[in-house]
């Protein structure tokens, strides 16, 4: 089995098997080992980056609502002294 550098083996062994499940339940065809790791290489180069940008901005936008929330209730803890 070829080796991605992005991922352990047992990550890998689970995603080319994620992948074959899914090609042969859903598309009714048959993913060879060789075609998923590609499949696999394709979307970590392509749409991993996407995926991590827009986790980090939904996390950056959740973190600054807390942050918010905690000078509101600094504000107003103030106000009652």
Same mark, same amino acid.
């Given at each position: 089995?070829?080796?991605s550098s ?16 899914? /090609?042969?339940? $859903? @598309?009714? &065809?048959? *993913?060879?080992? =060789?075609?998923?790791?590609?499949? %696999?290489d394709f ?6 980056p996407m ?10 936008? /959740?973190?600054? $609502? @807390?942050? &918010?929330? *905690?000078?509101? =209730?600094?504000?107003?803890?103030? %106000?009652?002294?």
């Amino acid at each position: 089995m070829a080796k991605s550098s992005k991922f352990s083996p047992e990550q890998q062994k689970y995603a080319i098997n994620q992948l074959q499940t899914y /090609f042969s339940q $859903e @598309r009714d &065809e048959e *993913l060879s080992e =060789l075609s998923a790791i590609l499949l %696999i290489d394709f979307i970590s180069e392509k749409l991993a980056p996407m995926y991590y940008n827009k986790g980090v901005e939904d996390s950056q936008r /959740f973190m600054s $609502e @807390r942050i &918010e929330d *905690l000078y509101a =209730l600094l504000l107003k803890e103030r %106000i009652e002294d």
